[in-house]
């Protein structure tokens, strides 16, 4: 077993340094002329067909006539180069022929990371606009001191992230994000000036059908299990949906504490709650419920893209992600279920805002609280007030600057602007 562990090791280490040979192509990639109407789109390190470059990509897909682009995703997952091509979508496998052939053509690379979302080896001389992946509650990129990759502790820190910094740090052109009020933030996280100011396309879904969303079959087999669920009456009441999503950090195995498995799952059924989860994919907490056996409880996919199924939720939980923003854009109830706030902030991450100022929902710190919490959510009336109606319109208002219905066409203008400039 240690053998095996051994070999793995040094084979991920000379992956890792041995992208340095690859540099020869970065710089020949120049060289290479590039087509204006070639869009290339990627997420998640290749890896998924999610948030922001997904909706776009749907978007300019669907109306690539009028606008005359060519859009195409560049994958490294398999999966989801068959489906889109099954659903009549251009993508290709980064390392396949025509896969690096137009990563070598398109004239913009649209991601949510880096531009190894698509391809940084053969993006020389291409426009890069990130279109990143939310607004931050806490501290990102460069702004985050916890980060040892941007902030190592000595010399050999550095030279240890040399390969990281050419691949992953290469700045992009352009950083997209929502309002004026977050310009500073993202100047700062990014060290640019080249920030664009217009919708998230991911939030286009939340509020309106003008993008056909199309599906993996992890998120189509979750989808068609909530939709059933939540179409079953019992006694005449409508089931409701709850969806958890929490930041991956290491204290996060705490939210067991003082939980009673069997307390929840009877207050789920006796409540007709889906207790929907999509947590991170090194999550310790991936086994622990899913070692529940419950109807009432669902643990979504780990790839899945969670704006999926966003839109189904009446409350989200949540406690430092930046998902609670967009959210905000369905003016539902949030709960704030930061039981390790003061670890958090000391171990983890710091933050640009004062939590209790912009997070506007309920805070709880332990499990009875949460079930008291979100039977109040679920069961708001002209007796049972929404109490954070207007905390959540303010903070709605300083974060999102343009109408949301049309963030798809928003970001290409911005997009547009950033071309001729």
Aim: charged share 30%; with cysteine.
């Amino acid at each position: 077993m240690e053998e095996i562990v051994m070999i793995i090791k040094i084979t991920d280490r000379l992956h890792y340094w041995g992208q340095l040979l690859l540099l020869p192509v970065y710089w020949l990639s120049f060289l290479v002329p590039r087509d204006k109407k070639i869009w290339l789109f990627g997420s998640t390190f290749g890896r998924r067909f999610a948030d922001n470059p997904r909706y776009l990509y749907l978007y300019v897909s669907q109306h690539r006539d009028e606008l005359g682009i060519r859009p195409i995703w560049i994958s490294h997952n398999e999966d989801v180069v068959k489906m889109l091509n099954a659903e009549g979508y251009e993508a290709y496998m980064y390392h396949s022929l025509k896969g690096i052939w137009f990563a070598l053509r398109g004239k913009l690379y649209l991601y949510d990371n880096y531009s190894k979302d698509i391809n940084f080896w053969q993006s020389g001389g291409a426009l890069k606009i990130n279109l990143w992946h939310g607004i931050p509650l806490k501290k990102i990129q460069h702004d985050n001191v916890f980060d040892k990759f941007r902030h190592p502790k000595n010399f050999w820190g550095k030279i240890k992230n040399f390969p990281r910094n050419i691949s992953d740090e290469k700045p992009s052109h352009y950083v997209l994000t929502t309002s004026e009020n977050l310009r500073y933030i993202f100047s700062s996280a990014f060290k640019t000036e080249n920030i664009l100011i217009a919708g998230y396309p991911r939030n286009q879904v939340l509020i309106s059908d003008d993008i056909k969303n199309i599906y993996l079959d992890e998120e189509n087999r979750d989808r068609k299990k909530i939709i059933s669920f939540l179409k079953k009456k019992i006694n005449g009441g409508n089931k409701k949906m709850i969806f958890y999503m929490p930041t991956f950090r290491e204290s996060e195995t705490l939210f067991f504490q003082n939980f009673d498995r069997d307390d929840f799952q009877k207050f789920l059924e006796e409540n007709n709650l889906l207790f929907c989860i999509k947590l991170h994919p090194k999550s310790k907490l991936n086994e622990e419920f899913r070692n529940i056996q419950s109807e009432n409880i669902m643990v979504i996919n780990k790839d899945a893209d969670p704006y999926v199924f966003l839109k189904m939720a009446d409350v989200l939980i949540t406690d430092y992600s930046s998902i609670y923003f967009d959210y905000l854009l369905l003016d539902r109830p949030i709960i704030f279920f930061a039981y390790d706030l003061e670890e958090y902030l000391n171990d983890s991450r710091e933050m640009y805002f004062d939590y209790d100022e912009f997070t506007p929902g309920e805070k709880v710190n332990d499990y009875h609280e949460l079930k008291k919490s979100i039977l109040r959510c679920v069961n708001l009336d002209n007796e049972n007030r929404d109490e954070y109606s207007d905390f959540r319109k303010k903070i709605r208002e300083k974060v999102f600057e343009y109408d949301n219905l049309k963030t798809c066409l928003a970001s290409i203008e911005m997009i547009s602007y950033a071309k001729k400039n």
